[in-house]
């Protein structure tokens, strides 16, 4: 018992954590400085490099694609205030977990027994969906820009080969699961290592899109809204893929324990951090447009990735070999943010019994939840079987908007069920109405206009967690023999369970 203590102890400590009293406590060591870097550095990942052709294709105009961009970090932001609000309220971890906990559990409610529904669906479709495709889509992409280094300075539009590109998925997802698994010092090493490339690339499109307008190439840009879609489920499509790029903007809510003044900081690093990234977006997809046609990029023969080409045209081979080495160093230190908090969302969701126990373990030497981690890493290898980033993202954004929507709820149910409750931080009622009825927009509308079976599928899956919801956490029944299973795992991956036993 003093062996699995003490290596408790050492996780705590390892993972920034101090331990008193047999009693697990988070340090509220994160700043306002590194808060805005920790919404900047998770929001800046691939979406900008895949996404600026979903927008465009779906909105058919320069000026109402630059507006979506626009309205997609104006509705983060939104989305952001409404968090701030929730994290200075409810202060518990879990971000949305503890929300629809406090939200939808009020104690004038009458049926009690559906109180975790909510928040056992978020850790369901979170942990075996949200977070292994979001892995998965990162991943993907950083293989398409790798193997595009092998046809660089080729004359022809060549589009690599779908299962090299799988194959150094696979390969990026091991090696990432690896290092967080090893060692939690490697995974920060390489996360601010990668998170530095990452600033360099935007810096660098924007800047060459820079010189470009000073030359006077704007004839892209002033073709304006010449063309723009009027379908609402194209425009809801396009919102997708732009939001896509702004996914994390809810990140900093998951270290709420961890911040210093959350009351303060927390408000403060939203409203900095996501500004600061949608004007990024904006210049980086003005720039775009500064060396390539709106015709070019929506053309469904269009194979060269889009930061690729800038850098082509704006340095020849050396541009083109720069800007696919810069996304790489991007898009895998992202993936490697990705692993590292999917990692920790399944090892809490099973440390709260959503999970099975097997998953809330750490390794006994590394300290690491390397079940979870690798638990992670499963799902998304089976996510690149369809190799499809386009509809990975709708699926992504389907599902998790129906969360960002629930979490509107919540808020806005609080306002009522604890209405004398302090208020460190409050929105104007009207910002959650608006982005709840944005969510409810962006999950119906594509369903109405353009049914597709993944959405079918979304739903249902997220209505299968009920079925294991009721027998497995609400009747707490367990399946015979996971014991063993559970000691199998502990042995073969040399685990042990993280409570924090008392002194004896």
């Known amino acids: 018992e003093h062996e699995v203590q003490n290596r408790g102890k050492g996780a705590a400590l390892e993972e920034g954590k101090s331990v008193e009293n047999d009693v697990v406590n988070l340090e509220r060591r994160v700043g306002l400085l590194s808060g805005v870097a920790l919404i900047v550095g998770t929001m800046i990942g691939s979406g900008i490099f895949v996404s600026p ?3 465009l294709r779906r909105t058919e105009s320069v000026g109402l694609s630059l507006i979506i961009w626009l309205a997609c970090g104006i509705l983060s932001l939104m989305g952001g205030l409404c968090y701030a609000e ?21 104690k004038k409610s009458t049926y009690r027994w559906y109180k975790p529904i909510p928040a056992f669906l978020y850790a369901w479709v979170s942990v075996l969906l949200l977070k292994p495709s979001s892995l998965a889509i990162i991943c993907l992409t950083c293989s398409e820009y790798f193997v595009r280094v092998f046809y660089t300075g080729s004359s022809d539009i060549v589009i690599p080969n779908i299962y090299a590109v799988k194959a150094c998925t696979c390969f990026f997802i091991i090696v990432i699961t690896f290092i967080n698994c090893y060692s939690v010092k490697w995974a920060t090493k390489v996360q601010n290592i990668f998170t530095a490339a990452k600033l360099v690339a935007v810096i660098v499109i924007i800047i060459g899109g820079l010189v470009k307008l000073i030359q006077g190439n704007t004839e892209h840009l002033a073709t304006g809204f010449a063309g723009s879609t009027t379908d609402f489920g194209n425009i809801a499509k396009a919102f997708y893929s732009g939001l896509w790029a702004y996914d994390g903007w809810n990140n ?3 270290v709420t324990e961890e911040l210093k003044k959350p009351h303060i900081n927390l408000p403060r690093s939203i409203m900095i951090g996501i500004p600061l990234v949608t004007v990024c977006y904006l210049l980086v997809n003005v720039s775009y447009f500064t ?20 850098g082509s045209r704006l340095m020849g081979i050396t541009g083109e070999i720069i800007m696919i080495m810069s996304v ?14 999917g990692g920790r969302l399944v090892f809490v969701a099973a440390r709260e019994g959503h999970m099975i126990d097997a998953l809330s373990m750490v390794h006994a030497k590394k300290l690491t939840p390397s079940p979870a981690l690798i638990f992670n890493a499963l799902i998304a290898l089976l996510m690149i079987i369809p190799g499809n980033i386009g509809s990975l993202i709708d699926f992504f954004s389907f599902t998790a908007w129906i969360f960002y929507g629930s979490a509107m709820g919540a808020l806005l149910l609080m306002r009522y069920t604890k209405r004398d409750d302090n208020r460190p931080y ?3 009622i009207i910002i959650p109405i608006i982005v709840l009825l944005v969510s409810v927009y962006l999950v119906i509308g594509p369903i109405i206009d353009d049914p597709q079976i993944e959405f079918l599928y979304a739903s249902l899956f997220i209505l299968a967690g009920l079925f294991f919801y009721f027998p497995f956490v609400h009747f707490k029944k367990t ?19 993280t409570e924090v036993m008392p002194d004896t």
């Open 53 to 55: 052709i979903g927008v």
């Open 86 to 106: 929730l994290g200075t309220l409810v202060t518990g971890s879990g971000s949305e977990w503890a929300y629809f906990m406090e939200g939808f559990a009020s």
């Open 252 to 254: 900093l809510n998951f």
């Open 291 to 310: 060396v390539m046609s709106p015709a070019e990029l929506i053309d469904p023969d269009f194979a060269d990735p889009v930061a690729v080409l800038f």
């Open 328 to 341: 790489v160093f991007s898009t895998f230190g992202s993936a490697n943010g990705s692993c590292f908090t």
């Open 426 to 428: 409050k929105v104007p």
């Open 479 to 497: 399946v015979p023999g996971m014991d063993k299973v559970t000691t199998l795992i502990q042995d073969i991956l040399g685990v042990v369970p």
